[in-house]
């Protein structure tokens, strides 16, 4: 039986615009502090696991640069917005494979200034928008399966959901987007700390509907980094290392499965299941278990689904469990205590990071006025189309 796995040190930078920094600054500034918070250097990782979407190639090889170069592996990882908990998973592997007992990962995105993805369309100069590359190939897919662009997708499942069950409409998604607002008043670190109010949401510019920008996550700039460490080495450690130490007790990766005749449409829904149903059997717990919650609000609509994908409510319940409050950081199951990708900010590949740290930062006991008091237990979630999904299950240390 493979050991299990642990996070001695984590840390994220705060997330917002970073003129004078770039990709491999803020990974550094990440890195660093992680393994300070772990209280290893360098010469303690093992191996190296680097997500980073729109900078360097070889982005892990020019961390160690700067952080220090001591010939370990280095993966350089990719897999949209689940990048982040991409690299975790690699770090938990190599670990649990035995081919070392420390391990390092990091996620980091310049992005503040991106403006909204568009699929794999592109302006032909002084001419109109056209269709290239493989899926352009195919079919033309907006307007026969909705649309390529991220914030249409997800108004679609949105759509779709409150069409299958009901009780959902545009006042309902902006509920979601006003609780993640209220939360991250108390995050430090989130990219935007304001609260807004429901009419300042509803009224907001609609990108796609039933999102508004306030409804949409936040394009910015930031890291997150996580030291991991096995078991046996993490017994030999300090008292105060292993007090700290947050315990992995699932990690996840999936993606799209097979659809007969659809192989283009993503299926975030049943990605999402698959992973949290594997999630809650490896770790040996249910939903009902969970203290808290962080999962990719790239979108108020997904949010929504995702109550439901994770299994934190019955099969079409999503709209009653947030009705019910479930969802506040008052509530029975806190989600997105951070302000979620909407507030805290959503620099691609650090956000599965991110996620985590959030989480761990509270199990710890460490969140300060956000703290959910005796949190033992959390899920952190992201999604990457393409597709892929990464779950991780998080547990208190025991000493």
């Excluded at 840390?11 to 209280?39: I, P, Q």
């Excluded at 829904?269 to 770790?283: K, V």
């Amino acid at each position: 039986m493979a050991e299990n796995v642990w996070i001695l040190g984590i840390h994220m930078t705060r997330f917002g615009k970073y003129r004078d920094k770039d990709a491999v600054d803020l990974g550094a500034e990440s890195a660093l502090a992680a393994m300070a918070d772990a209280g290893v250097t360098m010469r303690d990782i093992g191996v190296l696991s680097a997500g980073n979407l729109l900078g360097t190639v070889g982005f892990g090889q020019a961390l160690q640069k700067q952080i220090g170069q001591t010939g370990i592996p280095v993966y350089n990882v990719g897999n949209a917005c689940a990048t982040g908990a991409t690299a975790l998973r690699v770090a938990v592997m190599a670990i649990k494979a035995g081919e070392c007992d420390m391990g390092l990962a990091v996620g980091v995105e310049k992005l503040s200034g991106a403006g909204l993805l568009t699929g794999n369309a592109r302006k032909e100069e002084g001419g109109p928008w056209v269709r290239e590359g493989r899926f352009g190939e195919v079919a033309p897919l907006d307007g026969l399966i909705g649309t390529e662009t991220m914030p249409g997708i997800f108004a679609q499942i949105g759509m779709e959901y409150a069409h299958r069950y009901g009780g959902a409409d545009f006042e309902l998604f902006a509920r979601i987007s006003e609780k993640n607002h209220v939360h991250s008043t108390l995050n430090p670190k989130a990219a935007y700390q304001k609260r807004m109010s429901l009419e300042e949401i509803m009224n907001d510019v609609m990108i796609a509907y039933p999102n508004t920008r306030a409804m949409c996550s936040a394009n910015c700039d930031g890291a997150a980094a996580a030291v991991l460490v096995g078991e046996g080495k993490l017994r030999t450690l300090s008292q105060d290392q292993q007090r700290r130490a947050v315990k992995i007790s699932a990690s996840v990766l999936t993606s799209d499965p097979w659809r007969d005749g659809c192989q283009v449409l993503p299926d975030i829904n049943t990605l999402t299941r698959q992973a949290a149903e594997t999630a809650y059997e490896q770790a040996g717990i249910g939903p009902e278990d969970l203290d808290l919650v962080e999962l990719h609000d790239c979108f108020a609509s997904a949010e929504l689904v995702h109550y439901d994908n994770l299994g934190l409510c019955e099969p079409g319940g999503a709209v009653d469990f947030f009705r019910s409050g479930a969802p506040w950081r008052g509530g029975r199951l806190p989600v997105n205590v951070s302000g979620g990708l909407q507030s805290k900010g959503h620099p691609i590949s650090a956000t599965g990071i991110a996620n985590v740290w959030e989480v761990a930062t509270h199990l710890r006991g460490e969140a300060g006025p956000r703290q959910i008091e005796g949190a033992r237990v959390g899920l952190a979630h992201v999604i990457g189309l393409g597709s892929a999904c990464g779950v991780h299950i998080l547990e208190k240390a025991a000493v």
